[in-house]
Nanobody, 123 residues
Framework: QVQLVESGGKLVQAGESLRLSCAAS????????MAWFRQAPGRERDFVTS????????YSADSVKGRFTISRDDAKNTAYLQMNRLEHEDTAVYFC????????????????WGQGTQVTVAS
């Protein structure tokens, strides 16, 4: 089993950038698809972006296309979420997850989750 720990969340101003990290430990010899989801108060956990097991394919929600970029460094067992031009609507707890297929955007398709990191964007 793999364990995930997110970090990097904080309070920022609208228009600023932020990079989140997701460190994996445990059974990291197996390559997984990795994804970022977010959940705002009172809302469902929404898909943000994902990357395939070999980094060859990425998928993103329309709301973040052109602003957010997912990447992975398998030598460090870490995935990243680079967030640029942040908006107040991006305020949420951000979770990373691993699963089989990066093309899946449903939370139920991902097997292991981190504890989340809070991102707050002041308008």
């Amino acid at each position: 089993q793999v364990q995930l720990v997110e970090s990097g969340g904080k309070l920022v101003q609208a228009g600023e950038s932020l990079r989140l990290s997701c460190a994996a430990s445990g059974r990291t010899s197996v390559r997984y698809a990795m994804a970022w989801f977010r959940q705002a108060p009172g809302r469902e956990r929404d898909f943000v972006t994902s990357i395939s097991w070999n980094g060859g394919s990425t998928y993103s929600a329309d709301s973040v296309k052109g602003r957010f970029t997912i990447s992975r460094d398998d030598a460090k067992n870490t995935a990243y979420l680079q967030m640029n031009r942040l908006e107040h609507e991006d305020t949420a707890v951000y979770f990373c997850a691993v699963g089989q297929w990066a093309s899946c955007t449903a939370a139920s398709a991902y097997d292991v989750w981190g504890q989340g990191t809070q991102v707050t964007v002041a308008s």
